[in-house]
C-alpha cells in the first residue's frame, strides 16, 4: 500500500539555524512522483518541488534543497539559513503512476516554527 | 505557474443547509480536478476525485449523497455540501492539473466552511 510518514510533527528553530524536515514514502510502483508543499497558516498549499521516480539527482533551489534516495524511500527536505517567513507545515506527497496525476497521498505534515 | 481560483475562501453557514465551492482552472483545462479534505491540524484527505462530463469517483467513507460533485466543464468543477452539519465544519480544497503531462497537480486557496 502507498503511504507517505513524516516522523516530524513539529519542529521549533532559531532563525538562521538550518532544518531538515524528513519524508519516508511506501509505493509499489516503480514510476511515481514525490512532492514538498508549504501551508502557511492562511491555509493555502504552495508548490515546493516535484521528483519523478528516475530521477535521484539532489535538488538545490535558493535556501531550499532536497535529498532523494530510493535505497532508503526517502526525500528530505532542508532549510538552509532558516527564516521566520519559513514558519508553516510542510507536507510531503506521492502520486503513483497507476492513479492519475494531481491524486496525492500526503503525509501528516511537520509544522516548523522559526523564532527571532 | 497555473493558477486554480476556488470560491469562496470562506463561508459560515446554518445546519440543514447547502453550501456550493467552485473550483476554477483560469489558464489551462483539466478533465480531472480532485476535492481534499483537512481536518484542524491534520493531513489532507482525498474525498472524490472530479472528471468532466462523468459522475465523480469518492474515496471510501465518502458519502456521495452529502457531498455532491460536479464537473459540468472543462474549467469548473463544484462540491455541494448538502444539509450541512457542524461536524462538516472543516478546510476543503481543490487541485487541478493541466492535461499536458508531466505536470503537477495546482492547489486552489481553499474553502474554510463553518457549519453553525
Known amino acids: 500500500a502507498q503511504k507517505v510518514t513524516q516522523a516530524q510533527t513539529e519542529i521549533s528553530v532559531v532563525e538562521k539555524e538550518d532544518v531538515t524536515l524528513d519524508c519516508v514514502y511506501e509505493?509499489?510502483?516503480?514510476?511515481?512522483?514525490l512532492f514538498w508543499y508549504k501551508q502557511p497558516p492562511s491555509g493555502e498549499l504552495v508548490f515546493l518541488i516535484r521528483?519523478?521516480?528516475?530521477?535521484?539527482q539532489n535538488e538545490i533551489s535558493g535556501r531550499y534543497s532536497w535529498n532523494f534516495q530510493k535505497s532508503t524511500s526517502s526525500f528530505n527536505f532542508t532549510i538552509t539559513a532558516s527564516q521566520v517567513v519559513d514558519s508553516a507545515v510542510y507536507f510531503c506527497?506521492?502520486?503513483?503512476?497507476?492513479?492519475?496525476?494531481?491524486?496525492?497521498?500526503f503525509g501528516k505534515g511537520t509544522k516548523l516554527s522559526v523564532k527571532p | 505557474g497555473a493558477v486554480v481560483s476556488q470560491h469562496p475562501s470562506r463561508v459560515i453557514c446554518k445546519s440543514g443547509t447547502s453550501v456550493k465551492i467552485e473550483c476554477r482552472s483560469l489558464?489551462?483545462?483539466?478533465?480531472?480536478m480532485f476535492w481534499y479534505r483537512q481536518f484542524p491540524k491534520q493531513s489532507l484527505m482525498l474525498m472524490a476525485t472530479?472528471?468532466?462530463?462523468?459522475?465523480?469517483?469518492?474515496e471510501q467513507g465518502v458519502e456521495k449523497d452529502k457531498f455532491l460533485i460536479n464537473h459540468a466543464s472543462l474549467t469548473l468543477s463544484t462540491l455541494t455540501v448538502t444539509s450541512a452539519h457542524p461536524e462538516d465544519s472543516s478546510f476543503y480544497i481543490c487541485?487541478?492539473?493541466?492535461?499536458?503531462?508531466?505536470?503537477?497537480?495546482?492547489f486552489g486557496q481553499g474553502t474554510r466552511l463553518t457549519v453553525v
Open positions: 521528483r519523478n521516480s528516475f530521477d535521484e
Open positions: 487541485s487541478a492539473r493541466p492535461e499536458r503531462t508531466g505536470t503537477e497537480a495546482f
Open positions: 489558464d489551462f483545462q483539466a478533465t480531472t
Open positions: 472530479s472528471n468532466e462530463g462523468s459522475k465523480a469517483t469518492y
Open positions: 509505493t509499489r510502483d516503480t514510476t511515481y512522483y
Open positions: 506527497a506521492l502520486s503513483e503512476r497507476g492513479r492519475s496525476q494531481g491524486n496525492l497521498i
